[in-house]
């Protein structure tokens, strides 16, 4: 198990290396020239350690809705927040105007009213997993609906604007993104890794177990899965949909070490750091100086992941 954890987390300081080195010019970081290293400081440093926080929330988040839900399919995107996020960018872009802050307090505000709209709805119906993902389903149908008809109304260059939100980007990270993640993400994690072995009861036993043995499932979903997409929140509205980090990443650690959340947890963040950090790196370099954004290029890694998954435990 720990040779796992060295192997990864070595490969994740490797993955860093190359991405302040690489980009439309390639540095040398050992030997930079006052340029390089305003370059280096200003704009890779906040981007390469904002995406590798990044793609370490995305992939708690997603560790933590798929054991609440007991569904190995789930992830934060589960629940509509996706397309609650795009939707709240559009309200911005099309009636306000698309100053970044502006765009990700509107996806913010979005996301979190989406989150409670899930949590009151199935707090009615004692909080049971499936009740949480029919409600996602239904709210994403939802929040889809109303972003094309704004994207129906709007003008040619608002449309624009929108579409390159939902891509999923990096550009732009400032070192208080990071802050700001660094600081949502840390008391997350610490909380999630004290209920570790709540998220193994919950998603091994029925709720009556659990009841049983003094755990309220209900309770203990709505904490967590609240935090979970808090946490999706803060992230999505900086950078856009990135998807598949949070179903792909906790796939992935289960396969290499089980589903014991005590492990899974920090092992499919350090997954998900690793998908963000590839991602980045080739979209930056495959058609330089054109960056191709961090969500295509997941979409391209996710999708065969999630076929996989599917032929599976289809049958199940």
């Known amino acids: 198990m720990k040779n796992r954890y060295i192997i990864l987390t070595t490969s994740l300081f490797i993955l860093i290396y190359f991405g302040l080195s690489l980009g439309n010019s390639t540095i040398n970081i050992f030997n930079m020239t006052k340029q390089e290293s305003s370059i280096i400081l200003l704009l890779r440093a906040p981007r390469v350690i904002f995406g590798l926080l990044c793609g370490m929330g995305l992939a708690l988040c997603g560790s933590i809705m798929q054991g609440i839900t007991r569904n190995p399919m789930a992830s934060p995107f589960t629940l509509g927040v996706s397309s ?33 709209i899930v949590f009151v709805c199935a707090l009615k119906k004692d909080m049971e997993s499936l009740t949480m993902i029919i409600i996602g389903i239904a709210l994403n149908y939802l929040f889809t609906a109303l972003t094309s008809t704004l994207q129906y109304i709007a003008s040619d260059d608002k449309i624009s604007a929108i579409v390159r939100w939902t891509f ?23 909380f999630t890794q004290r209920k570790a072995w709540i998220l193994n009861l919950i998603c091994n036993c029925d709720d009556d177990y659990s009841l049983s043995l003094g755990v309220n499932p209900s309770k203990e979903r709505l904490f ?11 992230i999505i509205s900086t950078c856009g949909i990135i998807g598949f980090v949070g179903l792909a990443a906790p796939y992935i650690s289960k396969r290499i070490v089980g589903d014991n959340h005590r492990y899974l947890l920090t092992y499919s963040m350090l997954v998900g750091g690793v998908l963000i950090l590839i991602s980045d790196i080739l979209g930056r370099t495959l058609f330089s100086p054109i960056i191709i954004p961090i969500g295509i290029i997941l979409s391209y890694i996710g999708v065969p992941i999630l076929i996989n998954l599917i032929l599976k435990r289809g049958e199940k």
């Open 84 to 116: 609650s996020a795009a939707f709240g960018a559009a309200v911005a872009i099309v009636f306000l105007n698309d100053n970044p802050i502006t765009v990700m307090l509107g996806a913010f505000l979005s996301t979190i009213l989406c989150a409670t």
């Open 168 to 190: 999923g980007s990096l550009n732009g990270v400032e070192w208080t993104n990071v802050w700001l993640l660094l600081i949502i993400l840390a008391p997350i994690l610490i």
């Open 224 to 234: 967590l899965g609240f935090s979970a997409l808090l946490l999706t929140s803060v």
